[in-house]
């Protein structure tokens, strides 16, 4: 079981990226993935989190209108774009894995049970 979190990176304020997350040894197409983060000195916080299908997503308030998640089952991959980046944005990243229901809601990190090693998003002012 992995999930394999990359695209990070060094941008400027204002700019995007776009990260990738590549699961093997599990039954992709099934799970709900998520995305979070966490900054130097705090908590992980949730980002974002997709249904199965792809057609069911919730954001943070905090990047609603400016991060946008998608999934490639054929792929195994789900990605996080990330438009107009700010500065409080500079964080690890990392892309979870769980079985279950959807909730619209931000599930807290106890609720996944598979965890990338996380990508390293730096925003520069």
């Known amino acids: 079981v992995q999930l394999q979190a990359f695209g990070g990176g060094l941008v400027q304020a204002g700019g995007s990226l776009r990260l990738s997350c590549a699961a093997s040894?599990?039954?992709?197409?099934?799970?709900?993935m998520g995305w979070f983060r966490q900054a130097p000195g705090n908590e992980r916080e949730f980002v974002c989190t997709?249904?199965?299908?792809?057609?069911?997503?919730y954001y943070a308030d905090s990047v609603k209108g400016r991060f946008t998640a998608s999934r490639d089952n054929a792929k195994n991959t789900v990605y996080l774009q990330m438009n107009s980046l700010k500065p409080d944005g500079t964080a690890v990243y990392y892309c979870?894995?769980?079985?279950?229901?959807?909730?619209?809601?931000?599930?807290?990190?106890?609720?996944?049970?598979?965890w990338g090693q996380g990508t390293l998003v730096t925003v520069s002012s």
């Open positions: 997709i249904n199965w299908s792809g057609g069911s997503t």
């Open positions: 040894g599990l039954p992709f197409s099934v799970l709900i």
């Open positions: 979870a894995a769980r079985f279950g229901t959807f909730h619209g809601s931000a599930r807290p990190p106890s609720d996944y049970a598979y």
